[in-house]
């Protein structure tokens, strides 16, 4: 497996979120996931204004094999999606860390990364589901 | 090649040419057609040997073996066909009055007898014309029994994470907010974890009982103590009834409400998207809130229920009572098997579920659940030919094609990775299960020996592998000339 960004966050529901630093966040899913799901068809991301929450559903990825819901890592308001998904949702496929991301979220508690895995937890967590 | 493409101006066929000009008279002139339609124009040859073409192409249960789990495809007594096209059925219209309908209503009033009989429940109706419409119908009635007793704060159906797709789905068209329950390493629903969710805001509970991954689930008494004690109600997935046909009963579990699929255990042709019939039974404490129409017997004649006689119903599902001819297919199935072979039909499903699967893990095949006994359908895995030879469930699915089988479910249940779905039913002979188990021991050999011709099957068939991605990236459904 490719060394996992460090900088991240990442929930067992196989999100990740980027703290931005100004009380904003950006959320996608993780390459393992990606994978799993294979080629991507669909992309149905929140709606900008959207209150999101942890362990609530905001958007879905489908796949030809399957949907899958995506659920938001942190408390807060979604500021922007990514527009570009609509028309090339493959590029989570080829970029899920990066280009890839999906939606960007004001987050009411910041603190609640804290409660996330890092790469290496997520990285454990991932052996063991093997 | 399309029909279309064969047409040449002015060759027509005479066979489909009408006799005699029909009368335009009363239709105004002003909708009537100025051009004639675009119709291809072939010989009768042309016709005959274009359909037989297609038909041929097809995978049927008519013509091979077609183990595709959760969806039963046995096969359709030929009988059960001939008896529902008898003009008296097939002719009668749907406002034909009772007194006329006598026979036919007769048919239905028995069919809901036996359908009762055979789940424990104390009330049917047939109407859903489809299994999502009966599950629809069935959450319908869940919530019907929660608001007439003013208990509003229940909006919460617990489904299982292996559930058919379809079950979140008709909670959510309920109204309901869905909760989901995992499933443990060995197939059971997380007890434990279902004891934490369950509360005032519990509903009810949605269980396929053979599960979707192909066990039956143990604890099952005590999960309906448990749902009943938080005030919430049992719903019973009918797919996969079939297992447990004429030996254990859905009212007995404990259940309050079920959906049967009658065009998957009570054998009426399907696949395709239908037509299908998804009747409803309930506990007691549920009947008045039954879709209509119902019929019913007071000992000298047949009549529909309807509106007057059920007030608190749910309502009507559609126009009449549902598909008819799929009702009438089913009791006959139902009549042609009798008391003793309606449980037959699960003892040759899951003996041959067990059979083959046994066989299948000598093969070197993972089952997803090894230690437990299959249903009339089990798990294999092939996540680990998929990690050493690169030759995923996907693959050994289309490969199976150009052996001339159809390819089990793929893919479903979500939670077991590179699973094959695998149901044979109880209307196959062993020879076919056996050929069965050598294609899978040829394609093995293949995934090791040769990767690439599995990888890209299928090569015999009139299509080959589908570029499904790109379909479904860039659909594209008309045909221009």
Known sequence: ?130 | MLIYEQSRPGRHAPAQAPQEMADLSAIPESLRREQSAKLPEVSEMQAVRHYTRLSQKNFSIDTHFYPLGSCTMKYNPRAGNSLASLPGLLARHPHAPETHSQGFLACLFDLQEILKQVTGMHAVSLTPAAGAQGEFAGVAMIRAYHDARGDAQRTEILVPDAAHGTNPASAVMCGYAVREIPTGSDGDIDVDALKQVLGPQTAGIMLTNPSTVGVFERRIEEIAQLVHAAGGLLYYDGANLNAILGKVRPGDMGFDVIHMNLHKTFSTPHGGGGPGAGPVGVSQRLEPYLPIPMVDFDGHDYRWLTEDDRPHSIGRLSAFAGNAGVLIRAYIYARMLGRDGMHRVSEFSTLNANYLLKRLMEAGFDAAYPERRASHEFILTLKRQAKELGVNTMDFAKRLLDYGVHAPTTYFPLLVPECLLIEPTETEAKEELDRFIEVMQIIQQEAQTDPEQVKQAPHSLPVKRLDDVRAARELDLTWVK
């Open chain 1, 1 to 130: 497996m490719t060394d996992l960004p460090t900088d991240l966050r990442y929930s067992k529901s196989h999100e990740w979120v980027r703290d931005e630093g100004d009380g904003t966040a950006t959320v996608g899913i993780t390459d393992h996931a990606q994978e799993l799901l294979g080629d991507l068809v669909f992309v149905d991301p929140p709606g900008v204004g959207d209150n999101v929450e942890p362990g609530g559903d905001c958007a879905v990825v489908e796949s030809v094999k399957a949907a899958s819901d995506v659920y938001s890592p942190v408390t807060g308001e979604v500021l922007a999606v990514n527009e570009a998904l609509g028309d090339a949702p493959e590029t989570i496929n080829e970029d899920a860390f990066g280009e890839g991301w999906i939606f960007k979220v004001k987050m009411s508690d910041p603190a609640e990364l804290d409660s996330l895995l890092d790469a290496a937890g997520y990285t454990a967590m991932l052996a063991e589901e093997d």
